[in-house]
């Protein structure tokens, strides 16, 4: 098998099955990788049709292209940087997303908390030494509908730190990256996995 070149994904399943993508290499950007992606849309198979998604650190994009594919009626991709945002414009276009793709190139704590939307499906993966996971941890409560489902990632070996109200339903790990899916409950304790 041949390997892809550096700046490019592969879409993993659903409507836009192999296609490929562009995105910027260059800013340091690492897309979730297949088989991690392929986990994580089993898990959620059953929730994702007519989902409202959020692809809160977009980056590549690479986990709310592939919910639209697989079915998601919207995603919402939030990036800070023009190069990146743009590769997202060009890449929703050539695969022809149209209205169900919005991308918004901004900060993504400070339109966590001043969007209106609501989302069933959250995409977080913040560049891992930003420091960004646990604040908008903190901020995600507001933009979550009543039957959601978080999905983010960390380093291997340093878990990240649950604000209240959070559980952890599947936890795994692939090479340097852990991942997880959990939800919010308003009013619980901080769990880990059973």
Do not use: N
């Not at 999905?151 to 090479?175: F, H, M, N, V």
């Not at 991942?179 to 901080?190: H, I, M, P, R």
Request: glycine letters at 10%; one cysteine or more.
């Amino acid at each position: 098998m041949s390997r892809r070149e550096l700046g490019t994904l592969r879409i993993i399943g659903g409507e836009w099955r192999s296609r490929l993508i562009e995105f910027d290499a260059g800013t340091g950007v690492r897309p979730t990788p297949d088989r991690v992606r392929q986990t994580l849309f089993d898990w959620l198979t059953p929730l994702i049709a007519g989902a409202a998604c959020l692809d809160l650190f977009a980056g590549s994009g690479a986990l709310g292209l592939e919910a639209l594919s697989r079915g998601a009626a919207h995603a919402s991709f939030i990036e800070p940087g023009t190069a990146q945002a743009a590769a997202l414009r060009v890449a929703a276009g050539k695969l022809a997303a149209g209205e169900r793709a919005e991308i918004v190139q901004t900060d993504a704590l400070s339109w966590l908390r001043s969007t209106p939307r609501r989302y069933d499906l959250l995409f977080l993966d913040p560049p891992y030494d930003s420091g960004l996971l646990a604040p908008a941890l903190a901020a995600l409560p507001r933009v979550l509908k009543p039957t959601h489902r978080i999905y983010l990632e960390w380093p291997r070996g340093t878990a990240p730190q649950w604000p209240a109200g959070y559980s952890l339903l599947k936890e795994k790990s692939a090479g340097q990256v852990s991942y997880g899916l959990a939800v919010y409950s308003a009013g619980a304790t901080a769990a880990a996995p059973e």
